[in-house]
């Protein structure tokens, strides 16, 4: 049994003496990690020279930071509500500011997006890997301890643990652990309890892992605020792509979604498509979608409402994804037997019966007669009621009475039709890896009923991720698998970039989307879909994000399938590299599209006399501007999935983003100077002024920062 302890420092020196002080120390990615217990094992080993720590984790998280005074501003009240106490890594501070003591290595394999691009430790050490390998890996550096946050329930001896957030790296490192500690090594597994965080049963409840732990801590001090990531904009650009993106979602399929703007975008469409379909395909008439667009709707998604419903399967489960759930959109239950699972395929209705019964028996899952462990199955699965037993060649009735073990017997047929069970049990409509998202979705989670959350199952990476190991019920559970995801850069020939930099510095990292992006070539009628913006603007200048080509990518060429930008879809699968060049032209944005098309026609890759369709050669903002006019008012919203921002934030996040793009467009100084002799009116905006503590400026840098955000303010107005 585990050795219990309700103080984190004395964990960590419990630990320094059970491994001699040498320290490889693995944490899950994301909301997991026990930062408390992180923080005293890192000022321990800081303060000892004597000591080392090698930190082996991914996804470090950090409150957001300002890049200017003015981001300053607007952060740092936003900060202390949305983050509150929560207690800061402190390694994390250090390799931003490359300021490890040299006795402590950090070594991660995804980074928060474009948080460590100016940290040349970070750079250094990081490990590019599929999400997959991740345990494997992480086991060959020799990690002798593992960490990470528990959540709990009951009291006493009846108190029942959960890796709650994060099973999916753990479960796939726990077993290779166990067995190095059976070879002699020493291993220590830790959990640290934190009474905030969601429970999570199935799979994530540590059952016979909890005598694998070595030290469980519930230490008072370390109930501090969970981490969460407050939902970002959707701007207009955003809402497109999702729209499109959600016309590839085959009813009674299969879905996996990732993190951020666009991904709100499409769970947004997705709900609209059920809950409001005639204003959806409203809008979707504005677009003016050519034929073989809408055949392509028709052929591998739909403009439906969802009749049979979605199984979600995520390596991240979001709050989107929740949403879905509390829609009854993602409402399609799969079974852990191969059986079940392929009748309830064949069947809109798969209800406990004698015809599911005679088709288990058909496929050979069960036998007349049945055998002891065919009859538990039966009855786990709900198909009969609990009570029934096999005793040799009868079957025994609760009321002592019996029948032949005979299938084909009409008084085993009759007795087992009065013995049926209500509803089939043990259905999982959603597979997760791991969560994170705002505080909303983790309250969410623990008002879950405790049906709904015997339905979502937090699993072992490599069950979401891969096909091995389970390939012949992974392929029938994930029927029509759509999984979407984004990439900053699409090419011309269809590779697509998501982690990393031309110049070689990673922005965030692999993660699972390599995974899901092969698997959907494996899977039948599964489909890749890869979501991305067809410009930016930085600093004022437009640019694109489909490239002739890229020094880098994540997902290469002959992986391509679907993109999708704000434009449409470029079905790219089985087509010859001029057919793609085409595709990806017609959802480029216009501004590009002659030198894109140049750029292709001088490499060989498109013949010379080619011209792009005149459907497609106003794909631009305002082309988006005039379709969103034809919208109601719900079908932009700005957060279609709520906010932590309040109505002034919400106005100052527009004017700072505004700001931040158009400098470089004009001369700072310029505009600066625009703003201090332009006449505003300072009492239109008066609260987002005081917010922004500038409501009475002291002194000419004060007075030119209300001159600019005044500026911002009245161009969003505008």
């Known amino acids: 049994m585990p050795e219990r302890m309700d103080d984190a420092y004395q964990a960590a020196d419990r630990i320094i003496e059970l491994t001699g002080g040498e320290i490889r120390l693995g944490l899950p990615l994301g909301l997991g990690k026990p930062n408390r217990l992180v923080n005293a094992l890192y000022r321990r080993v800081e303060a000892d020279p004597s000591l080392s720590l090698d930190i082996y984790t991914a996804l470090s998280l950090g409150r957001p930071a300002a890049g200017s005074d003015l981001e300053r501003r607007f952060l740092a009240p936003f900060a202390d509500r949305v983050f509150g106490d929560y207690e800061e890594l402190d390694y994390l501070k250090a390799v931003r500011k490359d300021a490890l003591p040299d006795n402590i290595r950090v070594y991660e394999f995804f980074f928060q997006p474009g948080s460590l691009l100016g940290s040349e430790t970070a750079q250094r050490h990081y490990i590019s890997v599929n999400y997959t390998h991740a345990a494997r890996d992480i086991n060959a550096r020799g990690v002798n301890v593992v960490a990470q946050l528990l959540a709990v329930r009951g009291e006493g001896d009846g108190r029942r643990y959960s890796f709650s957030c994060n099973p999916e790296v753990t479960l796939e490192l726990l077993p290779m652990l166990k067995a190095r500690r059976e070879a002699g090594e020493t291993i220590v597994a830790v959990g640290q309890v934190h009474h905030d965080l969601p429970f999570m049963g199935n799979d994530a409840e540590l059952g016979e892992w909890f005598d694998e732990m070595d030290i469980v801590i519930d230490d008072p001090r370390a109930q501090t605020r969970l981490f969460s990531t407050p939902n970002m904009p959707v701007v207009l650009q955003d809402h497109f792509v999702g729209l499109h993106a959600s016309t590839l979602v085959r009813d009674g399929g299969t879905l996996q979604i990732g993190i951020g703007a666009l991904g709100d975008a499409l769970v947004h469409h997705t709900r609209r498509r059920e809950q409001r379909n005639d204003d959806y395909r409203t809008l979707l008439d504005a677009l003016e979608l050519p034929e073989e667009h809408r055949d392509l709707i028709h052929r591998e998604g739909g403009d439906g409402r969802f009749e049979l419903g979605l199984y979600g399967c995520s390596e991240m489960m979001t709050h989107g994804l929740l949403r879905l759930i509390d829609d009854g959109i993602i409402r399609r239950p799969v079974y852990d037997w191969i059986g079940l699972q392929r009748e309830c395929l064949e069947h809109a209705e798969c209800v406990p019966g004698l015809d599911l019964i005679d088709g288990l028996r058909r496929r050979r899952h069960i036998s007349s007669p049945l055998r002891p462990e065919q009859l538990k199955r039966l009855t786990d699965f709900g198909v009969l009621r609990h009570g029934l037993t096999v005793e040799g060649n009868r079957l025994r009735l609760p009321n002592d009475d019996s029948v032949p073990n005979d299938l084909d017997h009409p008084d085993t047929r009759e007795a087992l039709e009065t013995w049926l069970g209500d509803s089939l049990q043990g259905g999982i409509i959603m597979h997760g890896g791991f969560f994170l998202g705002p505080q909303s979705f983790y309250q969410r989670l623990r008002e879950l009923d405790e049906e709904t959350r015997a339905r979502i199952n937090m699993t072992r990476v490599n069950q979401i991720n891969d096909l091995y190991g389970g390939e ?31 110049d070689g510095r990673v922005l965030s990292g692999v993660g699972g989307q390599y995974n899901f992006v092969s698997q959907a070539h494996e899977l039948p009628g599964a489909r890749s879909i890869l979501m991305t913006r067809a410009w930016r603007q930085r600093g004022g200048e437009a640019a694109s994000n489909v490239l002739f ?136 905006h008066a609260e987002a002024l005081a917010r922004m503590g500038l409501a009475e400026p002291d002194g000419l840098r004060e007075r030119l920062y209300q001159r600019l955000l005044l500026t911002a303010l009245d161009a969003d107005r505008g």
């Open 472 to 502: 012949e019920l992974r392929i029938a559970q994930r029927r029509d698998a759509r999984f979407i995801n984004t990439a900053f850069t699409v090419t011309l020939l269809g590779a697509a970039v998501s982690d990393q930099l031309d």
């Open 549 to 684: 080509s890229y020094a880098h990518n994540t997902i290469p060429r002959h992986l391509r399938d679907m993109v999708v930008t704000e434009y449409g879809v470029a079905d790219l699968r089985g087509k010859t590299d001029e057919e793609v060049v085409m595709a990806m032209l017609n959802v480029a944005d216009s501004r590009f599209q002659v030198e894109l098309m140049e750029q292709a026609q001088n490499a060989g890759k498109l013949r010379h006399d080619y011209q792009i369709p005149e459907r497609f050669r106003h794909n631009n903002p305002d082309f988006l501007r005039r379709v969103a006019e034809q919208g109601d008012d719900q079908a932009f919203a700005t957060f279609p999935l709520g906010t932590d921002f309040d109505a002034t934030e919400q106005r100052l996040l527009k004017a700072l983003t505004w700001l931040k793009e158009t400098v470089g467009q004009k001369d700072y100084f310029k505009l600066a100077r625009e703003a201090l002799l332009h006449d505003h009116d300072p009492e239109q």
